[in-house]
């Protein structure tokens, strides 16, 4: 017969409460994705350019060979596989930022969401971008070697704070499960 003692049940639950804990960050971090993805996709259709992610892949594919800033990401030899590196990028990144606001805010936040607080970590985010990927894809710091910085530069900060409104959605989504 099987016979769970006392201390065997406190170590499961909080095996359980972790991977709980875990799932809840990773879709967060989906789902918040997802949702900024679609709202990408609307920006698209509008005319507006996004990211494409393949450059993304682009840019850390290259890193093998010690490149770690380019002139022109578009210009830069392409790679095998970026398309797929760099859209598991984007979403692993989307998860880590999940990960750091439930850090930041207290996992009770996940109970009892609030808008604010996500809107206000969505709008810091941009600042990975503006600061590092930008300047290392080449369109300068905060887009500032673009044909249009002002409008790159919204439309960045709208993203993101589209991902920071996501992760209060995502939340209550599960709060309400």
Known sequence: MFHITVNHQKQYEKMTKLTNGWMLIFGLGVGATLLMDLWSAVLRRMGIATLNYAMLGRWCLHWRSGIWFHKSIKEAQPMGGENVVGWTLHYLTGIAFAQVFVLVTGRQW???????????????TVLFPWTV??????????SAKTPRPWLSR????????????????????????
Do not use: D, N
């Open 110 to 124: 996940i109970e009892v969401p609030a808008l604010a607080p996500a809107l206000i970590f969505g709008a810091a």
């Open 133 to 142: 990927l930008q300047p290392a894809l080449g369109a300068g710091f905060a």
């Open 154 to 177: 919204v439309v960045s900060l709208a993203t993101h704070l589209v991902f920071g409104a996501s992760l209060y959605l995502c939340a209550r989504a599960f709060t309400a499960l």
